[in-house]
């Protein structure tokens, strides 16, 4: 399936903390660099979320803002 | 200011296209990837944006999906 | 690619209009019921979404809002 | 109260799981779909979501996002 | 229809900016502060939003972010 | 730094509710109204939130509704 969210980030699971509805992901996606995701618990379940798995961060351009210095 | 939104991305704008109400800009994070935004384009014009200055992706983590292979 | 956004539905595409920034896409999910979506003409583009086409509605949870009578 | 949210799916709620600051909701939309939803637990409690009961699943059209197989 | 939204501001429509697919409406929600919408053109124009007519802008709890100076 | 989001209003920290991932955030915004923000509790300790605060709610415009009566 291939989906119009625009942006696809790849990397590293850094952590799964999972509480009783929703389930917080840092993906390492390299130098240095992490994006955290807030997903419900069962979708991490789901998709089988672990530390060291690769993953993607997905976002939807207009849940994207931008900032300046 | 100092906002919530967990996730902050560096980069260079790459692109800014302007239509009559929204804006697209696309930043370049490094290593050939780009993460696209979609704001309005008085957003755009407010913060100045242009091709080639530093900028920022912002993201709520709720905002964020996570997938897999 | 397996996202974690909890809700696919399945439809028809009815109409895909395009502006210069962004589109809006109708999709016929049956029974007389259509989801709209604004996505970017470039995602639009880049999907392929054409009037009659098969296509999917995608909403991740923390973006759905439930009401009552 | 009339929202401007362009997409409002009818149906039976399924289950209501609190959390101590969220709950997920699933509501069955017919044909075997469900739309499942993450609000806040007092915003649950306010309605008075219940399982069996008749709610909408509502989403504002920009937070929609387009699939194809 | 009451809907799960937790956040719903009384104001007076300031503007009404339509463009092809999107329209931007501030709201004016007293003592200088505005509040300003992107919602389809479609939504507008179904909603009879003119400035000058009483509205009120609404906001998911998960969409709204914190900051501190 | 300066972000795109169109969306500031300034207030009191009415409440900090925390859970295991999410925290909710009530910040009074003055003549009795108050704005209710769902964000991760990490962020919440990051910015040290606590009653009696000032903070600002800031939302994307493309997050915003609009209703009428």
Redesign the interface.
Known sequence: ?????????KGTIKSV?????????V?DI??G?T??????A???E????KEG?????????????????
């Open positions: 399936m291939k989906v119009s969210a625009r942006n696809c980030l903390t999972k509480g009783p509805i929703m389930a917080e992901i993906i390299g130098n660099v994006v955290t995701s807030v997903i419900t069962h979708a991490a789901n998709l089988g979320l798995k690769t993953a993607y961060a997905v976002m939807k351009s207009s849940e994207v803002m931008v900032a300046v210095d």
